[in-house]
């Protein structure tokens, strides 16, 4: 084609990708761009051996034909080349990545979600100059789940990320291979990774991270949606079962994904979290997906119609429960707006059989005693800086202090805590997977969303190393410390909205052996 990338201001006043509003559906055409064997988001099997992986600046075509600058993670296997691939591995094997960095500035590769050692963790703790190369040695410990990787460099790691680092690690088990088995699901193809983003595009059609004095304390806000770098994305699908993987890797954008067939609700079913399957799937109408967060989805087509035009969605919900307004809101995609993620087309009536089977895996219960109880309260100290409150302490970051010991083998309860003023934050620990024991405080709307029979939101069960946290709420999670692998490890807990994350809204956790 030759349709030129530019960005303009729809009818309703949205900037948006050549003007096609993302709220209208039929304006999603472009075929999704699927994990294949190669190329962008190939699946790359981690197991097969020791890997190279470097980050570099490059060029590709986003919005339309036109290449436009981004950053990208680089990959050779088997005579194919990568860019960020989709790395694959079996829990219990070792994976062995040599990582060169090729950008101009410090970065680092963190395995989110991963237990692995502090110093293979890729926290900004553990930099990789420029021209420099790093060894990622570590054994895969974590159960089956969509886990992710992406840049972590001190107070970089918002412009990188935006710029295109960021892909998933999916780790396979015997629970995972089995529900793909039950669903005659391929990896791929109807099993899908979904990198959710919302990503600003200026009038050259380029990635623009230009974040003025207010973004970079509230968050940077995006004018288009990708779905796996794909605006406006289309994808067919026949009559059968489907699941996907949905990783939300915006800077701060949440969303309360939905479908919809022909304008009809369609619910769902979420059969995993952060850290792999939930014991059962639960059904829903809709879920919260904060940054960082994922969510398993399988979605049952089978009772679908050829021609039928199925939507994922962004449901509206009440801004004031996302962000404070800002000045540049004016010009983005709104915070709480409605709006099309992506358009499914059922194309053919299909037998594949399969079914969602009634068990997934086994959880084992919620800790309901602790060792030590602390309060982690994101808030602005006196000089109008992000700090985290540690109970009731406002700590700056200081990448040489570790304000949070813990003995190895403890069980700590931990309280976000967040003012009923702030804004909601998703908070996210290195190294260690938790539990969500409880919420109190939670707004009305998001208390109404998609709960289990004991009144927990679905997105709190099962194991998290994110969890968001609304204004006014406090969400108690348990942490069992049961792994160091050293003398001491170091790690970090902090909002993984990526503009506070770079403001220094963490703090540094020791665990001793
Ligand atoms: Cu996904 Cu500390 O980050
Ligand atoms: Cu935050």
Redesign the pocket.
Same mark, same amino acid.
């Given at each position: 084609g030759t349709s030129t990338p530019a960005s303009a201001t729809s009818p309703t006043g949205v900037l948006s990708y050549e003007g096609i509003d993302p709220r209208v559906a039929e304006n999603f055409t472009t075929p999704l761009r699927k994990p294949g064997t190669e190329g962008l988001f190939g699946i790359l099997d981690l197991g097969a051996g020791p890997l190279t992986l470097s980050a570099d600046s490059g060029k590709m075509a986003i919005f339309g034909d036109r290449s436009v600058p981004v950053r990208l993670y680089n990959s050779q296997s088997g005579g194919r080349n990568y860019q960020n691939p989709v790395l694959k591995i079996s829990k219990d094997l070792s994976c062995d990545v040599t990582f060169r960095n090729n950008l101009d500035q410090p970065t680092t590769v #963190?395995w989110?979600?991963l237990l692995v050692p502090g110093s293979v963790d890729g926290?900004?703790l553990n930099p990789v100059a420029p021209g420099a190369s790093y060894s990622y040695k570590f054994s895969v410990n974590n159960r089956g789940g969509t886990y992710?990787y992406?840049p #972590?460099p001190h107070m970089h &790691?918002a412009e990188q990320t935006f710029a295109g680092l960021s892909s998933f690690f999916i780790v396979e088990d015997a629970h995972d291979l089995a529900l793909r088995q039950a669903m005659n699901l391929t990896l791929g193809d109807t099993e899908l990774p979904l990198l959710i983003q919302d990503r600003r595009c200026n009038e050259e059609g380029e990635l623009d991270y230009s974040p003025d004095d207010m973004e970079k304390m509230m968050g940077y806000f995006g004018n288009v949606m990708l779905v796996n770098f794909t605006p406006n994305p289309a994808l067919d699908v026949d009559t059968r079962f489907y699941r996907f993987r949905v990783l939300n890797g915006s800077s701060i954008r949440t969303y309360k994904l939905a479908f919809e067939n022909n304008g009809n609700p369609l619910k769902f079913h979420v059969v995993g979290t952060d850290g792999g399957l939930l014991d059962k799937p639960y059904e829903v109408p809709d879920v919260y997906l904060a940054a960082?967060e994922r969510v398993d989805i399988v979605l049952d087509l089978r009772s679908a119609r050829p021609g039928d035009v199925i939507l994922l969605k962004s449901l509206a919900f009440d801004p004031k429960d996302t962000h404070m307004p800002s000045p540049a809101f004016g010009t983005s995609l709104k915070p709480g707006e409605a709006f099309t993620l992506m358009k499914l087309v059922v194309r053919n009536l299909v037998d594949a059989g399969g079914a969602l089977p009634a068990t997934l895996s086994s959880l084992p219960a919620l800790p309901s005693a602790s060792d030590k109880i602390r309060t982690l309260q994101p808030a602005r100290n006196a000089s109008g800086d992000w700090v985290m409150k540690i109970d009731g302490v406002d700590t700056l970051y200081d990448m040489n202090d570790f304000p949070i010991v813990v003995k190895k083998n403890a069980v700590e309860f931990w309280d976000f805590k967040i003012g009923s003023a702030g804004m909601p934050h998703p908070i996210?620990l #290195?190294g260690f997977l938790f539990r969500v024991l409880s919420r109190t405080g939670t707004p009305p709307e998001v208390a109404a969303q998609s709960v289990d029979a004991s009144g927990r939101m679905v997105t709190d069960l099962g194991f998290k190393? &994110?969890v968001l946290v609304w204004p006014g709420e406090t969400v108690r999670v348990a942490i069992d410390f049961h792994h160091c692998f050293g003398a001491e490890e170091h790690y @970090?807990? #902090?909002c993984?909205v990526l503009e506070h994350?770079d403001m220094g809204l @963490?703090t540094n956790v020791k665990v001793i052996a």
């Open positions: #963190h989110h979600g926290s900004p992710w992406h #972590h &790691t960082a996210h #290195h190393d &994110t @970090m807990v #902090h993984h994350e @963490m």
